[in-house]
């Protein structure tokens, strides 16, 4: 009977353990609900500044319920509260400050993340795609021109993109492939929208194939037009594509972030 329990204690770790991502990073994930023979694409959330992984992930259940959905939590926690990709030093009258070394290093654990992510839970490293939000937008754009290889789409929300991250010694045509949704509201006081434009300006110069720019009447937020839009790129971009399935008939009510006026 001992040797009974101990085999079945030990069959139970190492299915556990097979199942479990090897990271440093905080994780949730949303399974796909619609299950088929094929490989599962990846949609990976990256959270604003002063967040966490809960912020993006209420999303996951209005999307493409092809998609396994992982949420991930910024590194660095912050003494006020919340974390970050990196952390930002606010200089009066003047562009926030940071590190660059440390947003690499955010990149860094990320794409090592997907790459374990897609072996460990058999997904279709084919089809990766990676939202952000303000901050976690800024390094979507870091991650999918240091590694287009990984990256087949981007969703950048409220965001911008870093000079460094134009500097990068980018494999330009493998990263002209590379599918953007690009959305930012109006009224944004926190990231202009004239950041959208000069990205979207960037793309055009480096003959980037399919960005869609997208922008909205909201601040510096999510709403539900927006998330309709997501939706619909998102189905068109998964290859091969698979019969649309209807949206539901409720309203979809904008959606609270918990991002802090900083980017």
Not at 32 to 45: E, V
Not at 50 to 64: C, P
């Given at each position: 009977m001992r040797k009974s329990l101990i085999l079945i204690f030990l069959c139970v770790s190492i299915f556990g353990f097979s199942q479990t991502i090897k990271t440093d990073l905080?994780?949730?994930?949303?399974?796909?609900?619609?299950?088929?023979?094929?490989?599962?694409?990846?949609?990976?959330?990256?959270?604003?500044?002063?967040?966490?992984?809960?912020?993006?992930?209420?999303?996951?259940?209005?999307?493409?319920?092809?998609?396994?959905?992982?949420?991930?939590r910024g590194p660095q926690a912050l003494v006020d509260g919340g974390f970050c990709w990196y952390e930002l030093e606010r200089i009066q009258d003047k562009p926030f400050k940071y590190d660059y070394n440390k947003a690499k290093e955010s990149r860094i654990k990320v794409l090592s993340f997907i790459s374990n992510a897609c072996k460990t839970l058999a997904l279709d490293s084919n089809n990766v795609f990676v939202m952000g939000f303000s901050q976690g937008a800024i390094l979507a754009y870091d991650i999918s021109l240091a590694a287009p290889k990984k990256i087949k789409g981007v969703l950048a929300l409220s965001g911008k993109m870093m000079e460094e991250s134009k500097n990068l010694k980018t494999d330009w045509k493998t990263a002209a492939k590379t599918k953007y949704f690009i959305?930012?509201?109006?009224?944004?006081?926190?990231?202009?929208?004239?950041?959208?434009?000069?990205?979207?300006?960037?793309?055009?110069?480096?003959?980037?194939?399919?960005?869609?720019?997208?922008?909205?009447?909201?601040?510096?937020?999510?709403?539900?037009?927006?998330?309709?839009?997501?939706?619909?790129?998102?189905?068109?971009?998964?290859?091969?594509?698979?019969?649309?399935?209807?949206?539901?008939?409720?309203?979809?009510?904008?959606?609270?972030?918990e991002e802090k006026k900083k980017r």
């Open positions: 905080v994780y949730k994930i949303n399974e796909p609900l619609k299950k088929t023979d094929k490989a599962a694409p990846l949609l990976i959330m990256l959270h604003g500044y002063g967040s966490n992984e809960e912020d993006l992930f209420d999303i996951a259940k209005a999307l493409d319920p092809r998609f396994m959905v992982i949420s991930l959305a930012h509201g109006n009224s944004d006081n926190v990231i202009k929208i004239s950041e959208a434009d000069s990205v979207v300006s960037f793309f055009k110069s480096k003959k980037i194939k399919e960005v869609s720019f997208n922008n909205y009447e909201m601040p510096h937020s999510i709403n539900g037009a927006e998330l309709n839009d997501i939706k619909r790129w998102l189905k068109k971009a998964i290859d091969p594509p698979e019969k649309a399935i209807a949206a539901p008939t409720s309203t979809l009510a904008p959606i609270k972030t």
